[in-house]
């Protein structure tokens, strides 16, 4: 089993900056991808940024140039630093960790707890 634990969230004013971080612990083989998403209230889920086992990165066009993903490899941490927030940022952001737990098992989905972020104007 994988557990992730996420911190960091807040509140901030626009053009602001938080940075969330996403610990895991557990039994880890190997890592896919990591991902983070938000999801504001009535909306649904929308990935965020993305940051692969070779390290690349991919980030929803609302938050380029805005947000990095980052990770720590010794710490089996990820980061989402977010500069200049805007209020269309609030949201729930969750972790997702895509990894294996072993080398026989496929890889599958972890999800952190969530962590708030609101952005006022």
């Known amino acids: 089993q994988v557990q992730l634990v996420e911190s960091g969230g807040g509140l901030v004013q626009a053009g602001g900056s938080l940075r969330l971080s996403c610990a895991a612990s557990?039994?880890?083989?190997?890592?896919?991808?990591v991902n983070w998403y938000r999801q504001a209230p009535g909306e649904q889920r929308q990935l965020v940024a993305t940051?692969?086992?070779?390290?690349?990165?991919n980030y929803a066009d609302s938050v380029k140039g805005r947000f990095t993903i980052s990770r720590d490899s010794a710490k089996n941490t990820v980061y989402l630093r977010m500069n200049n927030l805007k209020p269309e940022d609030t949201a729930v952001y969750y972790c997702?960790?895509?990894?294996?737990?072993?080398?026989?098992?496929?890889?599958?989905?972890?999800w952190g707890q969530g962590t708030q972020v609101t952005v006022s104007s």
């Open positions: 940051i692969t086992n070779d390290g690349r990165t």
């Open positions: 557990g039994s880890i083989f190997s890592i896919n991808a």
């Open positions: 997702n960790w895509d990894v294996r737990t072993s080398h026989r098992t496929p890889y599958q989905n972890y």
